[in-house]
């Protein structure tokens, strides 16, 4: 060993090599620090964006985040879920790719036995029609999944299409209703119209025959009604739509209440919280005071319909029929 070499030198270079060895290892934790933060700044903007309805945007923004934090858990779960309005391969994707991130993890233990159900569900869901594809959900008018996707989870029909019965109603302007009602839901879904019930998915019953027994519930005067035909493995499910009769109800005001009532056979099993929506629990009395003779005031009353589904129920029905259940995103 060269003698100029002496153990100060010795101690001076471990010293130095240390304080090498400590600066790059700060410069990474500080590198490190900066790219988990902007992971977490994607993360924040896609759960803004998945709020707000913009699926692709936050499923952008998602993957942006699981890039920067391969470790990031919850990043992979949101994304797999917003992937779900957009394209169910890369969700099923998405949700393996959660499934090796959280790992063993026990704080994801049971998220995890959910996915894999999850995963499931989404295989084995039917290809479906283009009125009920993502790229039909318009992200400027909302919608109201979260208010009812509980109630309506696993509830929407796995054939197309469905096929309703519409019988034959006491009154002409009622018959014109209903089939008004089928024409304007089946823009959106496939219908197919039977010529008797005996094979309808979707049946409609003018007898009129409404007791309280039957689950009526709150002011609504009519409702649906599900059971099996068949045994419990083989048998099929039916809607029958119910509807009270003992009004003289206009033709708008029964095609409205059929679209309402159509709407809850076809998978929105809930209400709206909104009334400018088909699926709002009830039909308004509106009220508005007029001058009337001598100037003294007279009260008018009439009935608000609307006249058709809004893009909000639309909206909802297209991720009700996306989803694999009612979950919610990570914070």
């Given at each position: 060993?060269?003698?100029?070499?002496?153990?100060?030198?010795?101690?001076?270079?471990c010293a130095l090599a240390l304080a090498f060895a400590i600066t790059v290892s700060l410069a990474e934790s500080i590198i490190l620090g900066a790219q988990n933060e902007s992971a977490r700044q994607d993360y924040s903007t896609?759960?803004?964006?998945?709020?707000?309805?913009?699926?692709?945007?936050?499923?952008?923004?998602?993957?942006?985040?699981?890039?920067?934090?391969?470790?990031?858990?919850?990043?992979?779960?949101?994304?797999?879920?917003?992937?779900?309005?957009?394209?169910?391969?890369?969700?099923?994707?998405?949700?393996?790719?959660?499934?090796?991130?959280?790992?063993?993890?026990?704080?994801?233990?049971?998220?995890?036995?959910?996915?894999?159900?999850?995963?499931?569900?989404?295989?084995?869901?039917?290809?479906?029609?283009?009125?009920?594809?993502?790229?039909?959900?318009?992200?400027?008018?909302?919608?109201?999944?979260?208010?009812?996707?509980?109630?309506?989870?696993?509830?929407?029909?796995?054939?197309?299409?469905?096929?309703?019965?519409?019988?034959?109603?006491?009154?002409?302007?009622?018959?014109?209703?209903?089939?008004?009602?089928?024409?304007?839901?089946?823009?959106?879904?496939?219908?197919?119209?039977?010529?008797?019930?005996?094979?309808?998915?979707?049946?409609?019953?003018?007898?009129?025959?409404?007791?309280?027994?039957?689950?009526?519930?709150?002011?609504?005067?009519?409702?649906?009604?599900?059971?099996?035909?068949?045994?419990?493995?083989?048998?099929?499910?039916?809607?029958?739509?119910?509807?009270?009769?003992?009004?003289?109800?206009?033709?708008?005001?029964?095609?409205?209440?059929?679209?309402?009532?159509?709407?809850?056979?076809?998978?929105?099993?809930?209400?709206?919280?909104?009334?400018?929506?088909?699926?709002?629990?009830?039909?308004?009395?509106?009220?508005?005071?007029?001058?009337?003779?001598?100037?003294?005031?007279?009260?008018?009353?009439?009935?608000?319909?609307?006249?058709?589904?809004?893009?909000?129920?639309?909206?909802?029905?297209?991720?009700?029929?996306?989803?694999?259940?009612?979950?919610?995103?990570?914070?």
């Open positions: 060993m060269d003698k100029r070499f002496g153990k100060n030198d010795q101690r001076r270079f896609g759960n803004a964006a998945f709020d707000e309805g913009r699926f692709a945007e936050a499923a952008a923004n998602f993957e942006r985040a699981t890039t920067k934090d391969p470790k990031f858990v919850e990043a992979y779960y949101n994304l797999a879920l917003a992937l779900e309005m957009v394209d169910r391969a890369k969700a099923l994707d998405a949700w393996r790719q959660f499934i090796d991130a959280a790992g063993d993890n026990q704080q994801y233990h049971w998220d995890v036995v959910r996915v894999q159900a999850r995963v499931q569900l989404l295989k084995d869901k039917p290809p479906l029609p283009p009125g009920l594809q993502p790229s039909r959900y318009v992200a400027a008018a909302g919608d109201y999944y979260r208010v009812i996707a509980r109630s309506s989870e696993g509830e929407q029909w796995g054939q197309f299409p469905v096929k309703v019965y519409l019988g034959s109603a006491p009154q002409v302007k009622w018959q014109q209703a209903a089939r008004e009602a089928f024409d304007i839901w089946g823009g959106f879904v496939p219908l197919q119209l039977l010529a008797t019930g005996t094979d309808a998915d979707i049946r409609i019953d003018w007898s009129g025959n409404i007791s309280d027994e039957d689950g009526r519930v709150g002011e609504e005067s009519d409702w649906v009604r599900f059971r099996r035909v068949g045994d419990q493995l083989t048998g099929r499910q039916m809607a029958t739509i119910r509807l009270d009769l003992s009004r003289n109800w206009s033709k708008d005001e029964m095609r409205a209440i059929i679209l309402h009532e159509m709407g809850h056979a076809l998978g929105l099993k809930d209400h709206s919280d909104s009334k400018k929506d088909i699926m709002f629990w009830q039909v308004q009395d509106q009220k508005r005071t007029i001058a009337g003779p001598g100037g003294l005031p007279l009260p008018m009353f009439w009935r608000s319909l609307v006249s058709q589904p809004s893009q909000r129920d639309f909206n909802t029905l297209i991720r009700l029929y996306n989803s694999a259940g009612s979950v919610a995103r990570f914070d």
